[in-house]
T-cell receptor, first 117, second 113 residues
Framework: ETGVTQTPRHLVMGMTNKKSLKCEQH?????MYWYKQSAKKPLELMFV???????ENNSVPSRFSPECPNSSHLFLHLHTLQPEDSALYLC????????????????FGPGTRLTVL | DAKTTQPPSMDCAEGRAANLPCNHS???????VYWYRQIHSQGPQYIIH???NNETNEMASLIITEDRKSSTLILPHATLRDTAVYYC??????????????FGTGTRLKVLA
């Protein structure tokens, strides 16, 4: 257990569905991340939130909509997805200590395996 | 683009030391080297990180060359449960101050019985 939980662990949805992925961290961190891992591809960073503010959007299509209501929770709202969006979606958190330095090891959740039909 | 180079795969006999190399020849002076591993379809697991000095924890040892252009992760007594993809990451800074990891394709380590 890393202190980062994700629900659901598996999700199957049609292209017209709307669903949400949830991530919760119990580590007292202030930064949270969404990553996507497609089959046989490296992890790709999607979004970064720091103190509830989005600081990175890695050119992610608008059918993926993140929400960070507080530093402990992160959501990824999904709508009108495509089959190629099928992937493992990973959440991570870290303690951001700013540009002055300090370590901010990212701790990952177990992921949500998403299948889009 | 990833700033590290790792061999795509390695085998190691159970009980022996597994030495996983990583090349990061363009590393900057204030960049850390991080190692994670990912067991099939699970989230990446943090292993160890370092800046200049060699580091050791309960999972592994990290040896960084003096010029910092390469490093080696050592699992001293590999077990079957160490079979995983191992990622070496150099951590760059972003304008926001939140560090962004760039994952490459890693090394697929297979521990053989």
């Amino acid at each position: 257990e890393t202190g980062v939980t994700q629900t659901p662990r598996h999700l199957v949805m049609g292209m017209t569905n709307k669903k949400s992925l949830k991530c919760e961290q119990h580590l007292g961190h202030n930064a949270m991340y969404w990553y996507k891992q497609s089959a046989k591809k490296p992890l790709e960073l999607m979004f970064v939130y720091n103190f509830k503010e989005q600081t990175e959007n890695n050119s992610v299509p608008s059918r993926f909509s993140p929400e960070c209501p507080n530093s402990s929770h992160l959501f990824l709202h999904l709508h009108t997805l495509q089959p190629e969006d099928s992937a493992l979606y990973l959440c991570a958190s870290s303690q951001d200590r700013g540009r002055g330095g300090g370590r901010d090891t990212q701790y990952f959740g177990p992921g949500t395996r998403l299948t889009v039909l | 683009d990833a700033k590290t180079t790792q061999p795509p795969s390695m085998d190691c006999a159970e009980g022996r030391a597994a030495n996983l190399p990583c090349n990061h020849s363009t590393i900057s002076g204030n960049e850390y080297v991080y190692w994670y591993r990912q067991i099939h379809s699970q989230g990446p697991q943090y292993i160890i990180h370092g800046l200049k000095n060699n580091e050791t924890n309960e999972m592994a040892s990290l040896i960084i060359t003096e010029d910092r252009k390469s490093s080696t992760l050592i699992l001293p007594h590999a077990t079957l449960r160490d079979t995983a993809v191992y990622y070496c990451i150099v951590r760059p800074a972003t304008t926001s101050g939140t560090y962004k990891y760039i994952f490459g394709t890693g090394t697929r380590l297979k521990v053989l019985a």
